[in-house]
């Protein structure tokens, strides 16, 4: 059974993780969800790269009040600006050594200025550097420094001034770093049991962002109902939920997996009535896809089967009503209906229905074969193949 969660185009390579765990040991020394610490499994190569929340990026860095320098002369006080200026200038010229050296230079003469300099919002100013340099090192296949430098920059904010109260923003961006290390960890070396620490914080963090948010603290949160402030996106909300759902996944933890993805797919697919974006809706069918593996995977019962059944023809039905309202394919679309035309097919061919299977398992082949997924013609093929055998 194909489960569609993004593959990761990084690179894996050993990454120092030294100021990580420093930061790492200020987090609770239990559970915070009070989970068993079981190890999951590494990230195997699935055959569908699903675009998906965790692909995300930039959003899922929570660029709010950042965007790219176009205000530094306002965010930033003279002593920090130089730098940025030449940082910028040595950037556009595509001297990317250069460029980090000035950028590295303005982060380190900001963690030493007081917060006062940066008026509002100091946390987010001042990692927002970190969080530019990073990428460019990402960019330039400098994991171990990138990985390094999200490290510190969380740590900066998680060990801030007591005086100092975080805004909703800085606080968010707190968790979308930790979301990025937690992508990182295989690539980097981080063990699964701080992977998971980290991505639990995450969760935690953006729950209760959440609920301060919503102001009635006492009132259980309503994903189907949920009102974001401002500042705050689906993506943020949602990078989160699927990344600790998906290291649960691996683990073959379903009751901790499914509810996860469950909220996601509450936050993306609202009450009825509510107009529907058809990326939300293709999203949330990737969220579904995943339900359906986990439930099916091992020898699944028939209560199992049939709950994953349903699952899949919900994301079927989701995929057709995005596509329809849409005039030009959507990558995550056109993707997750490759996962979820197989999937259909592999239940279908459980209850022993091969002919319908093979219905479905040929769309499946159709649909990898003009998106150009190889991995989805194949294994399209090979089940094809498997039903003929049968017959013969």
Known sequence: MLRSRAVRHILRRPCAYDSYRQSLRRFSTEHPLGLPPNSPPP???LWIATACFGTLGAAALAYAGWDAYNNWRNLYPLEVRVDLKAGIGAKNKGDSESSAYYKRKAWDTAITLPLEVFKTE????ITGIAVDLAGDLEEDGKTQEAFALYSDALNLIRNGSPEQVLSGRERLRAVSLAVK???????????????????VFAVEEMLKLLKDAQGDKSQPLDFFHLKLPS??????????????????????????????????????????????????MCQAAHLMNNIVELTVRGTPTAERQLYAETWAHKALSLLQAARKDT???????????????????????????????????????????????????????DAIERLNAKQT
Do not use: H
């Open 181 to 199: 290390l937690g992508q990182l960890a295989e690539p980097c070396g981080l063990p699964v049991d701080e992977e998971e620490k980290i991505l």
């Open 122 to 125: 100091p946390y987010l100013k």
């Open 43 to 45: 990230r195997s190569t």
């Open 231 to 280: 500042w705050m996106t689906k993506t943020d909300v949602g990078v989160p939920l699927q990344e600790l759902g998906d290291f649960y996944g691996r683990a073959g933890k379903l009751e901790y997996a499914i509810p996860l993805y469950i909220q996601g797919i509450s936050l993306l697919v609202p009450e009825d009535g509510v107009k529907l974006l058809p990326e939300d």
């Open 327 to 381: 005039k030009e394919p959507i990558p995550i679309c056109e993707l997750a209906l490759c996962a979820a035309l197989f999937n259909a097919g592999m239940l279908r061919e459980l209850s022993g229905d091969e002919k319908r299977a093979r219905s479905f398992f040929m769309a499946s082949f159709q649909q990898s074969k003009s998106y150009g997924v190889e991995q989805g013609v194949a294994a399209a093929k």
